[in-house]
Each structure stands twice: as structure tokens, then as C-alpha cells.
């Protein structure tokens, strides 16, 4: 890793059971690399277990959402000067083992974005679940010549020219069409293979129907939103 400064931005709502083992797991497997919680408004003690442990948090009064906080956390990142911020969910899913690939295909590969997917050497699964998968993949191939197999994985990290952009810009938020939009402008995008585990505690806030909305709102904006955005 070099000398490259690295943080990992981790948003967590309502996450007591799982925000202690997730940055137990930063920090035995990616020790070289900081942190900063940002507790989006949890109704549960979330707050007050990442004090207790002395963990670094900025708390947000009130919900706002995925991309409010992850936006909360670019924000840290780009005012301390980061070379390389990581998207990493609070739920235990995604495994800091995977980190410092990331940042070596990164620096190897000359990449804005890298994402840790789960279908980049393994065939994604025909299932209900991955219909939205495929269909965005497909739209984003569609929009831009290039294929993402796993659009939809939470674990990205994003370069020094990434960083203020989401954190500055208000319509960037850490969802596929943006990445799909970043690669129509030119932007390099690679994805490594990464290996991701089932929610050790607590419910995802989509169910199915969202799950559904989301895939369709995706898709839209691939296709038709985004050409109206301008290069910043």
C-alpha cells in the first residue's frame, strides 16, 4: 500500500449487533487502513456501543439514508486528505480480508473504481434474487460498451478523483447508475473477485418489493436519466 492513505466509510443504522465485529474485522485484517463510522440516525444504542469502544463516529441527528451518510463519510475523507476511500457496509457482509486487493488492482490497473464483486471470476446464479443483477448489468452494457458483473455490491473503493465528487456533489450517491455514469465519462472502472457473507444479525431494509422498485428505478435512470447529467 505504500504510503496511499486509505479509509474505510462505514454507514450504519440501527447495526448494535454487528458494528462491533465489523470493525473488529477492519481492523485484524486491514490494520493499515483507518475508519470512521457514520451513524445515520439509529433509533437503537448503535451510538452509544461505537463510543463505548471508542471507535471513531460522526452521529447524524436524523436519518438520511444511504446516500446522505455515505456522502457524510466522503466528505471526512476528502477534507483529511485520503487517497483512497472504501465503501463498507456496517452488516457484516463484506470482509476486510478483500481490502488491500482492492487498492492493488486499483494502483496496477489505473482504476477510479473498484468494486469487490462476487461474479467477477464466478458465474452469478440463476435466480429470483440476481433477475435485477443481470438486468442492470445489462443496461449498463447497453448504455456504455462495458460489462459490470456485480453492479449491485456494496464494497467499492474510489480514488483521489472520486472522492470529491462524491463528496460535494449532491446527485452522487453510491448506487449503479452514478457508477454507470462515471464510466460513460470516461472513468475506469474494474471489478476483483470478493467473497461476501449472509447478514449475521438484524434485517436488510430491502424486501422484496423494494427490491423491485429499486431494480426498476435503477434501470430508468441508466437508461434515460443520466443522459441529461453534465461532466463535472
Not at 37 to 53: A, F
Request: charged share 25%; aromatic share 10%.
Amino acid at each position: 500500500m505504500g504510503n496511499r492513505r486509505v479509509i474505510a466509510v462505514v454507514p450504519a443504522y440501527n447495526e448494535r449487533d454487528n458494528i462491533v465485529s465489523t470493525i473488529e474485522d477492519l481492523r485484524s485484517n486491514a490494520p493499515g487502513v483507518d475508519y470512521v463510522i457514520v451513524n445515520d440516525g439509529s433509533k437503537d444504542d448503535t451510538l452509544s456501543i461505537c463510543r463505548e469502544h471508542g471507535y471513531n463516529v460522526i452521529d447524524l441527528p436524523v436519518n438520511l439514508g444511504l446516500a446522505g451518510a455515505f456522502q457524510t463519510g466522503m466528505r471526512y475523507a476528502y477534507k483529511h486528505g485520503y487517497d483512497y476511500a472504501i465503501q463498507f457496509d456496517a452488516d457484516g457482509q463484506h470482509s476486510a480480508a478483500y481490502i488491500y486487493e482492492m487498492i492493488r488492482v486499483a494502483e496496477t490497473q489505473d482504476a477510479n473504481i473498484v468494486i469487490g464483486s462476487r461474479f467477477a471470476t464466478q458465474k452469478k446464479p440463476l435466480s429470483a434474487r440476481m433477475a435485477g443483477s443481470v438486468l442492470i448489468s445489462a443496461m449498463i452494457l447497453l448504455t456504455t460498451r462495458q460489462r459490470i458483473q456485480d453492479p449491485t455490491s456494496g464494497m467499492r473503493l474510489f480514488d483521489r478523483k472520486m472522492i470529491p465528487l462524491f463528496a460535494n456533489e449532491m446527485d452522487f450517491g453510491p448506487e449503479p447508475d452514478t457508477i454507470s455514469l462515471l464510466m460513460r465519462w470516461g472513468y475506469k472502472v474494474e471489478e476483483t473477485q470478493v467473497e461476501m457473507r449472509e447478514r449475521i444479525a438484524g434485517e436488510s431494509y430491502l424486501n422484496f418489493t423494494k427490491s423491485i422498485t429499486y431494480m426498476l428505478r435503477m434501470s430508468i435512470s441508466i437508461l434515460l436519466v443520466q443522459w441529461f447529467r453534465r461532466k463535472k
